[in-house]
């Protein structure tokens, strides 16, 4: 029960963090404007560093099997 507990939590936080981190940031698609880049650059970071922090966190429970 404590792997699957684990991918759960594994696979929410990237997603809800990232998420809110690319719409608080008023993140686009459009990459052509030298501040959105800024922005989809932040939100990038965001998302490796909370894969990162889950593999950390919970890669000896289940084997970090995120699913993104």
């Known amino acids: 029960m404590n792997k699957y507990l684990a991918e759960i939590v594994g696979t929410m936080v990237p997603v809800l963090i990232g998420c809110s981190v690319a719409v608080s ?8 404007d030298v501040a959105n880049v800024s922005t989809v650059i932040g939100t990038a970071m965001v998302f490796s560093l909370s894969v990162v922090a889950m593999v950390y966190t919970i890669g000896g429970i289940s084997g970090c099997h995120i699913s993104l």
């Open 25 to 32: 940031l008023n993140c686009s698609s459009d990459c052509t």
